[in-house]
Every structure is written in structure tokens, then in C-alpha cells.
């Protein structure tokens, strides 16, 4: 009788036995910056657990197996779920199968997926990216051919964006028009163009801008909840607030039921996302409303399309104006 198969070593067990993570081992292996004392750690452990990968070191070219991975925060959340519908419509025209990974928004697990991506032989990868730029060098150095979507970390990687700036622009304006002008942001990690797009948006319009108005939630309904709550609790004085994104409106909706702050008469409200419940909420939310299939499509067509490829796709985002903003009290 034979004796039982082993499991195969992962990067995760070099990350664990070296005492390092994940985005560290990969980045030694494929050749990245450590310091020594790091590098001969990792090396050493690679060596007793006889990690062998399946790509780094070899002709990574030759070996690619065709398809997608698509890497994304969540995909119970509605935008991202439509983005997925886009990269699968197009994959499907190509005859190309899609492995989609979850992150979680967290720039480790992120990590954990590029090397298993790497080790995998991955061909195309699309991704909205949690972490920062250098969490993909050891993917682009194993000549992984990635296209980010939603978000643009890295200048060397095309990317498929929604106007972020033009549509957070409109939105204040829109609100300034009502005569507000203590008005709140709730962003959510990974927003950082749309927290800039919004301070860029006051400056331009004359109004001053105020830190704590910008009110930052980890990837959660629960740590949006805390975040939209605490906002309406200890800053009475916002008039509107512009969440980031469909889970941080739905939770400034329940916080302002909670505490018995009402839309529009005590706090205007206008949210990134056109999601279906969006219009039958009670009252009806003013949203910015952003192409999220065709930032999918866009993005599957990028990672398809051989030779030069423009930096950054742009998509326009519009304004849906319902009952949920009124002048301000």
C-alpha cells in the first residue's frame, strides 16, 4: 500500500516558517529588494521545506495557462458584483475561463493571491487593488500581464477608472447649491482619489476643508456602521454627508434611522453607487452613479488586447438626483 500524497508547499508555509509575510517571500524570490538578514531567512526556509514554485525562476512565458484571475474586495457588495458581471461578459466572448479571489480589502491576503496567481502560471490578471504599488512588483517582475480596475495604484499598469473627481465635484456642487457647507465624507480603504477628489472639490468652490469631516472606515458593514453613527453623534453641525461607496450609505441610512437623524430634513444625503435598493429606499437616495459592468468590460478588453494600451481608461459617473438632499436646515 502506498504511503499517503503529501501536501504541497505553498508560499503561506515559507511566509510562516521564515516568520514573514507573504508579500515579503515573494518578493524575495522573484528577485525584489530585502534586506540580507530577510533574504538568507526566507532562502533558508524555502530550502527546508523544499518549496519548489511552479513559475518563479523558470521561463514564465512559456508556461502560462491561459484565462483570468480576477481579484476583487467583495463580492457580496452590489458594484463589485456587477464588475464581475463585466470582466465575465467579455471573458466569455474570448472563450477565456475567469478565477475570481476575494481580498477582503486587505492588503495581505492581497499578497497571499498574487503568489498564488504567480505560482499558478496565472496568464491575465485584473484586479482591484488593495494594497500599495509595491505589493505588485513581484507579479509584474514574473511578467504577469495585469490591468487594475476601480482603483490605479501603480503608473506602469493600465487601469480602468471611474471619474471620480468629476463626479464628486458635481455632487458638492450640487450640495453647495442647496446651501450647505459643513458637508462630511465617509470613505471607506482603497478611497484615497475619491477622499482627494472631495478636498479638491471644497478648495475650488471657496470652502474650507476640515480633517475630521473626513471620517474613514475599515473594509466592513460594521466599521462603516461605527464610522456613519460616530459622524452623526458627534458632529451636529454637518448638514449633508457624501459616503464612498453603497455599503457606507447603507450604513449612514441605518445610523440616521438609529438616531433619529432625518433625510433629508436634518442631514442631506448623496452616495457612490447606483444600487437597486438605492431607489427604493425611503426616501429615494441621490447617487453618483458609476459604470461598474463596463469598468469590468473595459478591463477584461485591456488585459486581452496585445501591444500598446493606454495608461488610464477613464468612465464618466453622473449625478441621480432623488429625495434624499434638500436646503439646508
Not at 528577485?31 to 526566507?42: H, Y
Not at 497571499?112 to 504599488?133: F, K, N, Q, W, Y
Request: contains cysteine; glycine residues 10%.
Amino acid at each position: 500500500m502506498s504511503g499517503p500524497i503529501s501536501r504541497r508547499v505553498t508560499i503561506k508555509d515559507v511566509a510562516e516558517a521564515a516568520g514573514v509575510g507573504v508579500a515579503t517571500v515573494s518578493r524575495v524570490l522573484s528577485g525584489g529588494s530585502a534586506s540580507a538578514e530577510t533574504r538568507e531567512r526566507v532562502l533558508a526556509a524555502a530550502a527546508r521545506l523544499d518549496y519548489r514554485p511552479s513559475a518563479l525562476g523558470r521561463n514564465l512565458r512559456r508556461q502560462r495557462t491561459g484565462g483570468i484571475g480576477l481579484l476583487v474586495p467583495d463580492v457580496t457588495d452590489t458594484f463589485y458584483a456587477r464588475l464581475v458581471d463585466g470582466v465575465l461578459s467579455c471573458a466569455r466572448s474570448y472563450g477565456e475561463p475567469v478565477t475570481v479571489g476575494v481580498t477582503g480589502d486587505d492588503p495581505e491576503r492581497e499578497a497571499e493571491l498574487i503568489g498564488t496567481l504567480i505560482e499558478h502560471s496565472m496568464d491575465r490578471v485584473i484586479a482591484v487593488p488593495s494594497g500599495d504599488g509595491e505589493t505588485w512588483a513581484p507579479a509584474l517582475r514574473s511578467g504577469l500581464n495585469l490591468v487594475f480596475a476601480d482603483r490605479r495604484v501603480r503608473a506602469d499598469v493600465p487601469s480602468v477608472v471611474a471619474d471620480d473627481r468629476s463626479g464628486v465635484l458635481t455632487a458638492v456642487e450640487y450640495l453647495v447649491g442647496l446651501g450647505h457647507r459643513r458637508i462630511a465624507f465617509l470613505a471607506r480603504h482603497g478611497q484615497s482619489q475619491r477622499v482627494a477628489a472631495f478636498t479638491g472639490a471644497l478648495a475650488a468652490l471657496g470652502l474650507p476643508a476640515d480633517p475630521e469631516l473626513v471620517v474613514h472606515a475599515r473594509a466592513s458593514r460594521d466599521s462603516a456602521y461605527a464610522a456613519a453613527a460616530g459622524l452623526l453623534q458627534h458632529r451636529p453641525d454637518v448638514t449633508a454627508v457624501l459616503a464612498g461607496g453603497n455599503v457606507l450609505g447603507e450604513a449612514a441610512v441605518l445610523a440616521a434611522r438609529e438616531l433619529d437623524v432625518r433625510i433629508p430634513r436634518d442631514v442631506s444625503l448623496v452616495m457612490f453607487d447606483d444600487v437597486p435598493w438605492a431607489e427604493l429606499c425611503s426616501p429615494p437616495l441621490t447617487v453618483i452613479a458609476q459604470p461598474a459592468q463596463d469598468i469590468g468590460y473595459r478591463a477584461a478588453e485591456l488585459v486581452f488586447r496585445q501591444g500598446r494600451r493606454p495608461p488610464t481608461v477613464t468612465l464618466p459617473t453622473e449625478l441621480v438626483v432623488r429625495a434624499s438632499c434638500g436646503p439646508r436646515r
